[in-house]
């Protein structure tokens, strides 16, 4: 804050207790808008308007350790690497439900309740989708999270924690409307981990890139993102979750299924929007049909819905068997699968070069669509199946979206049927292919293929990118294929008069297009960084990557100690990010962009305290559990005093900190003879610098 005075310019600083507040407050701010937008669905901010608030709350603490909080909401980006899972035992069983398959078994369960009960008239039903993800747990204990498992047998799961506090909707301290009911003083609250089926997609097009398996459906890439050792890895992925329902609940009481779910709801848990209270079976089944209909375009996977009787005095008489509750049912969706046959297999060719061998099918209807082309992923994946050219097959819509081949009917062979080989040139430059060691993709590593540059501009032009307006795939193929455009600088040389030679182009829409390549000049940092297509660097990391550097040179010139120093990075994107500058096309292509005008505006500046007078440019290592505080905690505590962490020891390494169990990092450090500080030597140091 600057103010005039005696016609000189003064600059005041903020008292720390002023600043306390504002940590405090902005805190508050987080935690009430997480609440209007994942347990409400109804957001009082824009975007933008949150990320604001978020970048000066993580301005603020990273200057002012002193006021860190491990219940911040900066702090859902990993914690401490888990050597293995710790047991969770549940305090109340999590039962399976028993499944339905058709009307008339959910008309026999309607019956069977009714009998049990005693009852003529119409039973209330609260029916919610079923979520088709991983079913956790939460302790809160006074509001307060406190532990989280998977569901396991439903007996004994696995302590994930770490990675359930990386998810942002799921709220570590819950929350009190005024006119909600009151905070639970001990809660389990239950719900589905899932993912939606877009950032599916993007992840699986990262891993086939990277050169790693996909997963197979939404399902499975929840439930690995959820029960990784290195909560970092799970705090990278989307993950979101809906609840429905306790199994202890100390300190309020409800009366009806719909009424605690409204509860959680306002406790800031969220809770489908599409749950519904239905009278009677009829209505319960004419839910059913809606939410079948909605399938395909819901965001998620859903394979079915659950009806639970509404009264939860009638379910505790109804009480349990075995396995099951006697007052719930999952009526099941058929499957989207059908049968066809592959009357070709031809591999494309992706942004990095990856081929994936995709399945030509005779035509087919699955769940609704028109099923021509179905994923192979790749070579080992074809083999593992048997699958091969003429086949029958089994092809469904995994995750309800991409099409995949499930398996071969080999009962119905007639040994016509040919095997795949993969090609040994590429199908768009002639190219040669090649499989990387440790890698499952083929490749061509020719980066002027035609194919490969097609789909690094579909890339670059993408929302998440630049977000040029009208770059569509049809006009990128025809600017490649006429060479207008052979990189994504050559986008910002493009005239009016090079698009009227193009189908297609009238003035207004040549006009329109480059006017919009032309407004997209000044991109956010992390969105130019995404642009960019580095291997393994997307959204996500791009975001992290903007934030610590605040400009694209500093990220440009950055090593790769500086690069694996930074949590969430590790040393593959590093030297993916490293390799990538290396290269003297890509330089040549960006000095392209820059040259063109292209201006990545800076993040925003987060200056660092550095009263220190031990810990500037010293870089340290932590080995070893800290006592007083997380590996985390203490890395961004010598950060702020001008401090860089690095992930292993060299002899570059001024300092290994070293808690409890060490291991070879302080072997390492003693054989170079770096300096070793014990914890409590870490401690007295910090004291000394506050």
Request: hydrophobic residues 40%; aromatic residues 6%; neutral net charge.
């Given at each position: 804050?600057?103010?005039?005075?005696?016609?000189?310019?003064?600059?005041?600083?903020?008292?720390?207790?002023?600043?306390?507040?504002?940590?405090?407050?902005?805190?508050?701010?987080?935690?009430?808008?997480?609440?209007?937008?994942?347990?409400?669905?109804?957001?009082e901010i824009s975007d933008a308007q949150y990320d604001a608030l978020f970048r000066e709350l993580v301005r603020l603490e990273e200057a002012h350790p002193e006021f860190a909080s491990p219940d911040s909401p900066t702090q859902r980006v990993g914690f401490a690497p888990l050597e293995q899972f710790e047991p969770f035992i549940h305090p109340v069983p999590m039962l399976s439900l028993e499944n339905a398959m058709d009307r008339e078994e959910m008309v026999e369960f309607d019956r069977?309740?009714?009998?049990?009960?005693?009852?003529?008239?119409?039973?209330?039903?609260?029916?919610?989708?079923?979520?088709?993800?991983?079913?956790?747990?939460?302790?809160?204990?006074?509001?307060?999270?406190?532990?989280?498992?998977?569901?396991?047998?439903?007996?004994?799961?696995?302590?994930?924690?770490?990675?359930?506090?990386?998810?942002?909707?799921?709220?570590?301290?819950?929350?009190?409307?005024?006119?909600?009911?009151?905070?639970?003083?001990?809660?389990?609250?239950?719900?589905?981990?899932?993912?939606?089926?877009?950032?599916?997609?993007?992840?699986?097009?990262?891993?086939?890139?990277?050169?790693?398996?996909?997963?197979?459906?939404?399902?499975?890439?929840?439930?690995?993102?959820?029960?990784?050792?290195?909560?970092?890895?799970?705090?990278?992925?989307?993950?979101?979750?809906?609840?429905?329902?306790?199994?202890?609940?100390?300190?309020?009481?409800?009366?009806?299924?719909?009424?605690?779910?409204?509860?959680?709801?306002?406790?800031?848990?969220?809770?489908?929007?599409?749950?519904?209270?239905?009278?009677?079976?009829?209505?319960?089944?004419?839910?059913?049909?809606?939410?079948?209909?909605?399938?395909?375009?819901?965001?998620?996977?859903?394979?079915?819905?659950?009806?639970?009787?509404?009264?939860?005095?009638?379910?505790?008489?109804?009480?349990?068997?075995?396995?099951?509750?006697?007052?719930?049912?999952?009526?099941?969706?058929?499957?989207?699968?059908?049968?066809?046959?592959?009357?070709?297999?031809?591999?494309?060719?992706?942004?990095?070069?990856?081929?994936?061998?995709?399945?030509?099918?005779?035509?087919?209807?699955?769940?609704?669509?028109?099923?021509?082309?179905?994923?192979?992923?790749?070579?080992?994946?074809?083999?593992?199946?048997?699958?091969?050219?003429?086949?029958?097959?089994?092809?469904?819509?995994?995750?309800?979206?991409?099409?995949?081949?499930?398996?071969?009917?080999?009962?119905?062979?007639?040994?016509?049927?040919?095997?795949?080989?993969?090609?040994?040139?590429?199908?768009?430059?002639?190219?040669?292919?090649?499989?990387?060691?440790?890698?499952?993709?083929?490749?061509?590593?020719?980066?002027?293929?035609?194919?490969?540059?097609?789909?690094?501009?579909?890339?670059?032009?993408?929302?998440?990118?630049?977000?040029?307006?009208?770059?569509?795939?049809?006009?990128?193929?025809?600017?490649?294929?006429?060479?207008?455009?052979?990189?994504?600088?050559?986008?910002?040389?493009?005239?009016?008069?090079?698009?009227?030679?193009?189908?297609?182009?009238?003035?207004?829409?040549?006009?329109?297009?480059?006017?919009?390549?032309?407004?997209?000049?000044?991109?956010?940092?992390?969105?130019?960084?995404?642009?960019?297509?580095?291997?393994?660097?997307?959204?996500?990391?791009?975001?992290?990557?903007?934030?610590?550097?605040?400009?694209?040179?500093?990220?440009?010139?950055?090593?790769?100690?500086?690069?694996?120093?930074?949590?969430?990075?590790?040393?593959?994107?590093?030297?993916?990010?490293?390799?990538?500058?290396?290269?003297?096309?890509?330089?040549?292509?960006?000095?392209?962009?820059?040259?063109?005008?292209?201006?990545?505006?800076?993040?925003?500046?987060?200056?660092?305290?550095?009263?220190?007078?031990?810990?500037?440019?010293?870089?340290?290592?932590?080995?070893?559990?800290?006592?007083?505080?997380?590996?985390?905690?203490?890395?961004?505590?010598?950060?702020?005093?001008?401090?860089?962490?690095?992930?292993?020891?060299?002899?570059?390494?001024?300092?290994?900190?070293?808690?409890?169990?060490?291991?070879?990092?302080?072997?390492?450090?003693?054989?170079?003879?770096?300096?070793?500080?014990?914890?409590?030597?870490?401690?007295?140091?910090?004291?000394?610098?506050?």
């Amino acid at each position: 804050m600057k103010r005039e005075s005696q016609g000189k310019s003064m600059t005041t600083t903020p008292s720390k207790d002023s600043v306390r507040r504002r940590i405090e407050e902005l805190r508050r701010q987080i935690r009430y808008h997480n609440y209007r937008y994942y347990a409400l669905d109804d957001p009082e901010i824009s975007d933008a308007q949150y990320d604001a608030l978020f970048r000066e709350l993580v301005r603020l603490e990273e200057a002012h350790p002193e006021f860190a909080s491990p219940d911040s909401p900066t702090q859902r980006v990993g914690f401490a690497p888990l050597e293995q899972f710790e047991p969770f035992i549940h305090p109340v069983p999590m039962l399976s439900l028993e499944n339905a398959m058709d009307r008339e078994e959910m008309v026999e369960f309607d019956r069977r309740v009714a009998k049990l009960l005693g009852l003529t008239e119409p039973i209330v039903y609260t029916a919610e989708p079923k979520m088709d993800g991983l079913a956790v747990e939460i302790l809160y204990e006074e509001g307060k999270l406190i532990r989280a498992g998977t569901r396991g047998d439903g007996y004994r799961g696995e302590d994930v924690t770490p990675n359930v506090k990386t998810i942002r909707a799921v709220p570590w301290r819950l929350f009190s409307p005024p006119d909600g009911p009151p905070i639970p003083e001990r809660l389990t609250v239950r719900g589905e981990v899932y993912m939606d089926r877009k950032a599916f997609q993007a992840l699986n097009r990262d891993r086939e890139e990277a050169g790693e398996p996909p997963f197979a459906n939404p399902r499975n890439a929840a439930a690995g993102s959820l029960r990784q050792l290195d909560s970092s890895i799970t705090a990278s992925r989307p993950l979101k979750a809906f609840f429905y329902g306790v199994g202890i609940l100390e300190g309020a009481s409800f009366q009806t299924q719909w009424d605690l779910l409204q509860g959680l709801r306002q406790w800031g848990l969220p809770v489908n929007p599409l749950s519904q209270r239905c009278r009677g079976i009829d209505q319960v089944l004419a839910y059913y049909e809606r939410i079948e209909r909605q399938r395909p375009d819901l965001a998620y996977e859903v394979d079915g819905v659950v009806v639970k009787v509404d009264r939860l005095e009638w379910q505790r008489i109804l009480g349990e068997k075995t396995r099951s509750p006697r007052w719930a049912i999952a009526y099941k969706f058929a499957p989207h699968q059908a049968r066809t046959r592959i009357v070709d297999i031809q591999v494309q060719v992706g942004r990095t070069g990856v081929l994936t061998p995709v399945a030509h099918l005779e035509p087919v209807s699955v769940g609704g669509v028109t099923i021509r082309r179905a994923t192979l992923h790749n070579l080992d994946e074809i083999q593992r199946k048997d699958v091969r050219i003429g086949d029958e097959v089994i092809v469904q819509r995994a995750g309800d979206v991409i099409p995949e081949v499930l398996r071969p009917v080999t009962e119905k062979r007639t040994g016509q049927e040919r095997p795949f080989h993969m090609v040994s040139q590429c199908p768009s430059c002639h190219g040669p292919v090649v499989r990387l060691e440790g890698e499952v993709v083929h490749r061509c590593l020719n980066k002027s293929c035609p194919a490969q540059v097609k789909a690094a501009i579909r890339h670059f032009a993408g929302r998440d990118a630049m977000d040029i307006d009208g770059l569509g795939q049809k006009i990128i193929s025809m600017l490649v294929d006429e060479g207008l455009v052979k990189n994504p600088a050559d986008l910002y040389r493009l005239t009016e008069e090079d698009l009227l030679k193009l189908p297609g182009f009238a003035e207004k829409s040549a006009a329109n297009l480059i006017r919009a390549i032309q407004e997209s000049k000044t991109p956010e940092l992390a969105n130019f960084i995404n642009a960019l297509g580095i291997q393994l660097v997307g959204v996500h990391l791009a975001s992290v990557l903007a934030g610590h550097f605040k400009t694209f040179q500093a990220f440009r010139e950055a090593g790769r100690e500086e690069l694996t120093a930074i949590d969430g990075v590790g040393d593959k994107v590093a030297d993916s990010i490293v390799r990538y500058f290396e290269n003297e096309e890509n330089n040549k292509m960006v000095e392209g962009l820059l040259a063109a005008g292209v201006t990545p505006r800076p993040a925003e500046a987060e200056p660092v305290e550095r009263a220190s007078s031990f810990w500037p440019d010293k870089t340290v290592v932590f080995t070893g559990t800290l006592a007083s505080m997380s590996r985390k905690e203490a890395a961004d505590r010598v950060k702020a005093l001008g401090a860089r962490v690095a992930s292993s020891v060299s002899a570059k390494t001024d300092v290994v900190v070293a808690g409890e169990k060490a291991g070879s990092k302080l072997e390492k450090a003693k054989a170079l003879n770096v300096r070793i500080m014990n914890e409590e030597d870490f401690l007295r140091s910090l004291r000394e610098e506050a």
